[in-house]
């Protein structure tokens, strides 16, 4: 894939920090035309702008991914992490967190993705758990599939009698309607959110800078379960595609939020944090 100018790249990636890996179809237009791009002239840019957001230290492999909404007429970008030290199932895959920054920004469904490699087994999994599921065009370098074709004979949320999917889900009712005092009121919401059929452990993550900027993730689990998204891993996705990394800003505190008799999620939390040094950083809630 030839590598895209300069100043496309540094037009593009200035505006995907400012607005966390997002665009409009709009937007999208304006630049095709400004740069003088081609349909597949913008996506291989786009592709290679989500790359730079990559934090790979243990494989070195840059990868994209972007997750397009045709009916909010936006996508969104996402690039894999991986943590220093800590096991490789922590990692989150280019494609989780296209979809992730997706599903936490108000995208309906996803419609396609584009990827600048063919997704792993894992990845297409993860995928496999979305209402468009069957009908999922994969865009990749080589050409143009789907993932019925990248994943037959699949394994999912219906196997387990589960008619709920992610980006379908309802919002979990709760019998207050506002947060409890000790957590802000869009924690809870993103609690309220979490894709969690399986275990049922509501969760979700709040990172506070000094800034007072704030970074969410909550819980999307899988059928399959291996491939499920951590609330923390879904945060620190979000953190990434506004160009930061943990160890590089100033946290005034990280809050997960779980559901009382079910939480699980604390010792993975713990783990990454620890490729930090930021275990100490981590308060921990149970709510009925």
Same mark, same amino acid.
């Given at each position: ?13 200035? &505006? ?5 890996g997002? %665009?409009s &179809?709009?937007?999208?237009? @304006? ?5 003088? $791009? ?5 996506e291989?840019?786009? $592709?290679?702008?989500?790359?730079e %957001?990559?934090?790979?230290?243990? /494989?070195?492999?840059?990868v994209?991914?972007?997750?397009? !909404? ?7 970008l996402?690039?894999?992490?991986? %943590?220093s ?5 922590? *990692?989150?895959h280019?494609? @989780?967190a296209?979809?992730?920054n ?19 087994? %894992? ?7 979305? /209402? ?5 065009e ?5 050409g143009?599939?789907?993932?019925? !074709? $990248? +994943?037959?004979?699949?394994?999912g949320? !219906?196997? $387990?009698?589960?008619?709920?999917? +992610?980006?379908? @889900? ?6 207050n309607?506002t ?8 924690? &809870? ?18 990172i ?16 399959a &379960? ?9 945060? +620190? ?11 590089? *800003?100033n946290v *005034?505190?990280?809050?997960l939020l779980e ?9 993975? /939390? +713990?783990?990454?944090?620890?490729a ?8 921990h809630?149970?709510?009925?």
């Amino acid at each position: 894939m030839a590598k895209i100018e300069p100043s496309i790249k540094s037009a593009l990636t200035q &505006y995907a920090i400012a607005h966390r890996g997002i %665009f409009s &179809y709009s937007q999208l237009a @304006q630049y095709q035309n400004r740069f003088h $791009l081609s349909g597949s002239e913008l996506e291989a840019a786009l $592709l290679e702008v989500a790359a730079e %957001f990559a934090t790979p230290p243990i /494989s070195q492999f840059y990868v994209g991914a972007i997750a397009w !909404d045709d009916k909010s007429q936006q996508a969104f970008l996402g690039a894999n992490i991986e %943590f220093s030290h800590q096991a490789l199932s922590l *990692v989150v895959h280019a494609e @989780q967190a296209a979809i992730n920054n997706a599903w936490l920004n108000g995208a309906t469904e996803i419609s396609k993705m584009t990827i600048n490699a063919a997704p792993c087994g %894992f990845c297409r999994q993860f995928m496999n758990e979305l /209402s468009t599921a069957k009908e999922l065009e994969i865009l990749l370098p080589t050409g143009k599939t789907s993932l019925c !074709d $990248l +994943l037959p004979t699949s394994f999912g949320p !219906d196997d $387990l009698g589960n008619s709920e999917k +992610l980006f379908s @889900q309802v919002q979990h009712l709760a019998a207050n309607e506002t947060s409890p005092a000790s957590i802000s009121a869009a924690l &809870y919401q993103h609690y309220l959110h979490a894709y969690c059929p399986y275990t049922h452990n509501q969760s979700a993550v709040e990172i506070k800078l000094d800034t007072g900027e704030c970074f969410y993730g909550r819980y999307a689990e899988n059928a399959a &379960y291996n491939p499920s998204l951590s609330p923390l891993q879904s945060a +620190l996705s979000q953190l990434a595609m506004s160009g930061k990394v943990l160890s590089e *800003v100033n946290v *005034v505190g990280i809050t997960l939020l779980e559901k009382q008799g079910s939480a699980n999620q604390l010792q993975v /939390s +713990l783990a990454v944090l620890k490729a930090y040094n930021a275990e100490h950083l981590l308060t921990h809630i149970e709510i009925e």
